[in-house]
């Protein structure tokens, strides 16, 4: 189950990655000033995104679908994108921070996309994670 977690993710990382580099899928942008100007708009006219962003978008997506290869390869990315995307949703939350510095745009409706799924993996972290694990087939000698 973590493993196809990480998988789902990586097929849609790659994907809303690529569509922030298709000019018809992003309107023109609204918020807080950027020094990344490329790029730069609301995906589906819904999400604030820019060059910087969709880079981070399509590295989660190659992240994902390299983790998905192995259970404890998934669980540290489920983990790692908890950490990651649990702090770019607060950082959304934040005058300042909430552009990365101008480097790309964290607020609007980012800080739910990135608020939701941070909770779910979490749940596949550390809940379905303890679960999936493999058993122990008694085949390590410990001393």
Known sequence: MVRTFALIIGIIYLLVGIMGFIPSLVSAPTGPDLVVHANHGRLLGLFPVNLTHNLVHLAIGVWALAASRSFSGSVGFARGLTVLYGLLAIMGLIPGLNTMFGLAPLHGND??????????????????????????????RHV
């Open 111 to 140: 800080v739910w996309l990135h608020a939701g799924p941070a909770a779910v993996a979490a749940y596949f972290g550390w809940v379905a994670a303890r679960r999936d694990a493999p058993a122990d087939t008694g085949t390590h």
